[in-house]
């Protein structure tokens, strides 16, 4: 190839932020959604699909303003002057799609939905642009025991897939608590927007940064180890002590809390009220056998307040793993949620409550790979059963054998390029092949088909020491008559699933 024959081809490049996902992960993926789903199911919520675009203006916050249509979202405008843009999450959707439907659909609706989902942000380490995301919702009911529900079927789905109780935590918190002990410390009201969202971004750090660093936002500022400095909310003292004596409440001793919520709360009604709401849902939660292990009351959690209305939930990880320099650190939220009364009420006049989960995909089959879960685990890929082709001018005579293995529903394929048996078997080898189907000359004469086990073949290979020996010994080779190819291909498949 000629130097400007190389400098007119495309280079094979992945977009920044999205990434290739191969046979094995997927296959493995799908186990763990599997698993996911069927614990939907069992609590009564039923499939949805929605479109992987929406209009902009239905995905409300996050609506581009003229000058910059893509910001946090992938917009573009369409042939008759309508803006689209990717989904940025599963909730919005929905909202439209009831909001459509309303009158068709019962009320409470329960639903759950699995897709990507697409971020138009700066990607990172294990921050990607286009993720999954497989949610679960309830709208049309106000009742704590739906949010209730919600917390019980995400920590019944965490444990099926194999993460150990007391690995993880289900923490719920309220916004309506949250804004009562903003105005307990006199930073309620609009005029006070912006510092109460430094306020819950110094509370949201209190895994990362200690009470220390907590601290250090909420007054004038912290520095951190690259010597950058962030502002601080500028509370004074009493209210700093406020704020960190109800984030740290979340730690519990003898299955009892070591907190009063609502002295923390002073005299503030909203508050109160959601600190009504939260007991409820603990109450329901012991009631239904889901004890302070697995779900309660944690004032540390802050999730997209302006989002929601209500409770919200986190699913927590407590198990340590490392970070890139070796350090112990906690693997972390794998998933939350929440309620959000206003959302479907953007397009309806009715009062709409709803309260959802969703569960970020990647990140939790990454953790499930750390507790080596069997589900992504145990069970590697397996390819198809590979019909090697040895006699060019026999090609309709290979076929017919895997069209008879694919009529006994066993995977197999014929092989389609012009190589000889031994690229041919490397060939199967990449394709995690459990099996090779060889019929040479000799084995056609004879009415035979020779049957190679790739997998036990391995092995006893592994123990041969000479080219000849090899060839003596055919290590798990067997030869069978060619009628009987497709139930004696199916018997070693269950062998090998045996072992």
Sequence with gaps: MSSDEKKSKVEARSPRGFADREAGELAATGRMLDVIRSVYELYGFEALETPAFEYTDALGKFLPD???????????????????????????????????????????????????????????????????????????????????????????ALERLGIARGDYVIKINSRKVLDGVMEAIGVGGAENAA????????????????PDG????????????????????????????????FSLGGQYKDGKPQFDLFGLLGKSEIGAQGAEELLEIEDLARDAGFGPDRIRIDPSVVRGLEYYTGPVFEADLTFETRDEKGNPVRFGSVGGGGRYDGLVGRFRPENTPATGFSI?????????????????????????????????????????MVAQLRAAGIAAE????????????????????????IQGSDEKAKGEVQIKDLVAGAKAAAAIATNEEWKAARPAQISVPESELAAEVAKALAAQREQ
């Excluded at 990172?124 to 529900?149: C, I, L, N, W, Y």
């Excluded at 690259?226 to 909310?233: E, P, Y």
């Excluded at 000889?420 to 092949?433: E, I, L, P, T």
């Design 414 to 437: 014929l092989y389609l390029g012009a190589a000889g048996m031994k690229a041919q078997m490397k060939y199967a080898d990449r394709r995690n092949s459990p099996l090779v189907v």
């Design 66 to 156: 003229q000058d910059r249509p893509n910001e946090g979202v992938f917009s573009l405008q369409d042939d008759d002057e309508q803006w689209l843009s990717l989904r940025y999450d599963l909730t919005a959707p929905l909202a439209r799609f009831v909001a459509q439907n309303y009158d068709r659909l019962p009320k409470p609706y329960r639903s759950y939905r699995c897709g990507h989902v697409y971020r138009n942000e700066k990607p990172g380490p294990g921050r990607f642009r286009q993720f999954m995301q497989f949610d679960a919702d309830t709208v049309g009911s106000a009742s704590p025991a739906a949010d209730a529900e919600i917390c019980m079927m995400a920590a019944e």
């Design 360 to 400: 970020g995909v990647s990140r939790l089959f990454a953790a499930l790979k750390l507790v080596g879960s069997p589900i992504v685990t145990a069970l590697p890929h397996v390819g198809p059963v590979v019909v090697l082709v040895l006699d060019r001018d026999r090609v309709a005579d290979y076929q017919r």
């Design 214 to 245: 907590v601290r250090q936002l909420l007054g004038e500022g912290r520095k951190d180890e690259s010597g950058d400095f962030t502002k601080g909310a500028g509370l004074p003292l009493p209210a700093i002590d406020t704020i960190l004596s």
């Design 195 to 210: 510092r109460r969202l430094v306020v819950l971004r110094a509370i949201d750090k209190l895994d990362r940064l200690g």
